[in-house]
């Protein structure tokens, strides 16, 4: 009986050939990979290092390279490696604008910034004509998103900060009436002080005077002095860090007897300008790190193990800046810019470290805001409030 097998020929000719298949496939496995490597993602991250911003806006690149590092090691987006760029605005509108003219030269696919909403308003005019989504983390004037379809934010805006602080000033405070003090160079301070005032008297208050002042000549006591006479039970001012010290730090010499609330501009840091005099001052926040979430804890543990203090609410909404535009991305399959806004628009119910976050019709999330006080030398962390 004849037996019959493969020929040792046609057994050579087979594992050649299934060799020379598995080292192409390893090739193309490589040469993708290498693709992806030299073909990044590239985000830009756009605010002030230097100027008058600068101080208080350098969290925000701490914050965005922990993020980048983060996503990094998940698998970056889409397979690909996300590279950070990081520029300067030097803290005025036209620095933001020429920012964001380099970012898109060097092949940024997104944007991150600005803290100030001025500086936000004149980079996403040029993002906008670009076709290149922008979140801001920071800037809350409604004018920011109103820009186009392409600009988004993290944070809140005026017109939700306003009226959640009113209704904390009426509703936990007992506040029947107010004074409004107004930095008239930002368009940040004139934006929450018009929301403030039109939620407060909604809700019943009464505002008994709003005044402007000039924040690069600024005379405090001249203000005080009439707000004492109006005797106020609350005295506002959204403002920034130098202007809400000399205002709240020099209150009790004035015999003002109100209480003092600013808007998210501040935080604990107020105890560096005028110490003890900080205490008691209430302030909107986009974020606590007390807040009791799973995400918030996780957040606040990764983020000190890796890149040190949470300091600002800024460093959560930076974080969640650019988780938002992965899962943008990944959800569009692509970075083009068209197909990426669309995604964002439809994302809802996005769960984020500074809460849950769907995007209204401009771009702006319908999400919670916390209200803190100062106390002791740090942060008392009160309430979240759902406007």
Known sequence: MAVTGIRPRETFVRIVGLSLMLSILALAVFASSEASAANPVRIAMITAKTGEAGPTNSLSFEAARYSVNVINGDRGILGRPVELL???????????????????????VAVVGCNWSSHSLAMAEVLQKARIPMITHMSTNPAVTWTGDYI??????????????????????????AVILVDRGRTYSKGLAKSFAESFEAEGGAVLWTAEYDSGNLNPDMYLENVSQLDPDLLFVPGGYADVAAFFGR?????????????????????????????????SGHWNRWVNTRLSREFVRE????????????QALVYDSFMLLREAMEWAGTTDGPE?????????GFEGVTGEITFDRNGDPIKPLTINQLRYGGLLYLEQVHP
């Open 251 to 283: 209150t009790a010499r004035h015999n003002v007897r109100a209480a003092r609330m600013s808007g998210d501009g501040i935080s604990v840091k107020l105890y560096s300008y005028i110490g003890e005099l900080a205490d008691g001052v209430y302030f």
């Open 152 to 177: 988004f934010r993290a944070c809140f805006t005026d017109e939700l900060q306003g009226a959640g602080l009113a209704h904390f000033a009426g509703d936990k405070l007992r506040a029947k009436t």
């Open 86 to 108: 990081e520029y300067d605005n030097q803290s005025t509108p036209e620095g933001s604008a020429e920012a964001a003219r380099q970012a898109l030269a060097d092949g940024a």
């Open 303 to 314: 983020y000190e193990k890796e890149s040190g203090k949470i300091r600002e609410n800024t």
């Open 340 to 348: 990426v806004r669309d995604a964002l628009f439809r994302i809802s």
